[in-house]
């Protein structure tokens, strides 16, 4: 299974940030719904109505924390993404239920790798999902400074594109990070939420547009190579 390298702009509030992260340049965005807390979430009404003012020929994604089968078709049903982003679960019983039915977006399964995660975490979810997000989690503070270390996902990318899922990288993606981690792991596409907001937590369509330009450059780059 190939694909374009794909951007996603995750965690839109507003018709400013969809404009903001359109005009950037993304391929996808996405808006987050069904968490139990934080700012970057919006109800089931307002997911729809910002994806519908998603511009033609960009990917509409919903990320959710629902677990439950009922509640997580319920929110498809009204939001009609074309790609469903679950969240928070480590049980594949809702992909395979979703997997199972007619009508359903493209299902992105995302996992949360640490130095302790194996490809064995993930496994029994590929027969039922079209993408597998992977998601390196924020190291421990190193004095005043995260450092990310995203080859500790390169197994979980590798054994996925082993079993034909298309990749998703996100975790400490930011202007300045994100040619080093594409480098590492060589993923299909990457998704950004905090890399593209300004200090007020909105998304900046000049932000976006290096973000964008960046990846690019590196995506290119490792096509380049892998040739």
């Known amino acids: 299974v190939t694909m374009s390298k794909e951007i996603t702009v995750g965690c839109v509030r507003s018709e400013l940030d969809i ?5 950037g340049g993304a391929d ?4 987050t719904c069904g968490y139990r807390d934080g700012g970057s979430t919006v109800n089931r009404h307002r997911a729809r109505w910002l994806l519908e003012s998603v511009p033609a020929g960009i990917t509409r994604v919903v990320a959710s924390r629902f677990t439950g089968v009922e509640d997580t ?4 049903s ?11 679960t480590d049980n594949p019983k809702l992909a395979e239920a979703l997997r199972g039915l007619d009508d359903m977006p493209k299902i992105e399964q995302v996992f949360d790798v640490t130095s302790d995660t194996t490809p064995k975490d993930m496994a029994q979810f ?3 999902i079209d993408y597998a997000h992977v998601r390196v989690a924020s190291p421990a503070l190193n004095g005043a400074e995260r450092t990310h270390d995203w080859s500790v ?3 979980m990318i590798d054994a996925a594109r082993e079993a034909g899922k298309l990749t998703i990288l996100s975790g400490g993606l930011t202007i300045d990070t994100v040619a080093t981690a594409i480098e590492l792991t060589q993923p299909d596409g990457i998704y950004v939420d905090a890399g593209t907001k300004d200090i007020c937590g909105a998304h900046d369509a000049a932000l976006v547009s290096r973000f964008v330009e960046a990846a690019r450059c ?4 490792t096509t380049v ?3």
Request: no cysteine; proline share 3%.
């Open 19 to 23: 404009e903001a992260a359109a005009r």
């Open 28 to 31: 996808a965005i996405g808006v």
């Open 73 to 76: 078709i319920e929110l498809i």
């Open 78 to 88: 009204r939001v009609q993404p074309d790609r469903i982003q679950l969240d928070e």
């Open 126 to 128: 590929l027969d039922f």
């Open 153 to 155: 996902g390169q197994d």
């Open 218 to 221: 590196a995506f290119s780059e």
């Open 225 to 227: 190579l892998a040739a």
